[in-house]
């Protein structure tokens, strides 16, 4: 099993940026698949980006291509979300989870999640 902890959410105005950063517990945080997701209120949750466990491969939703960025350092057993050029829309609670098998963009399929950190961008 692996426990995930959220940090790096916080208050930006339309055009700046954040770093998220999704902490691991466990000895096996290079075994898992990573993403983050996203989740405005009234709305669903959705995908944003996920990431190999090598780190190796990529895969973004549209909205968010060439403004975010996500990585990983398995020696650190952390997963990165660099996003730059923030725009309103982007305001959610963001999550990082973690899967054992292949990359996927659907929340459910994902095992692990950790607590969310709010991201709030003002126009």
């Known amino acids: 099993q692996v426990q995930l902890v959220e940090s790096g959410g916080g208050l930006v105005q339309a055009g700046g940026s954040l770093r998220l950063s999704c902490a691991a517990s466990?000895?096996?945080?290079?075994?898992?698949?990573m993403g983050w997701f996203r989740q405005a209120p009234g709305k669903e949750r959705g995908f944003v980006a996920s990431i190999s466990r090598a780190g190796g491969i990529t895969d973004y939703t549209d909205s968010v291509k060439g403004r975010f960025t996500i990585s990983r350092d398995n020696s650190k057993k952390t997963v990165y979300l660099q996003m730059n050029n923030l725009r309103p829309e982007d305001t959610a609670v963001y999550y990082c989870a973690a899967r054992a098998d292949g990359m996927d963009r659907l929340p459910t399929h994902y095992a692990y999640w950790g607590q969310g950190t709010q991201v709030t961008v003002s126009s």
């Open positions: 466990g000895r096996t945080f290079s075994s898992y698949v």
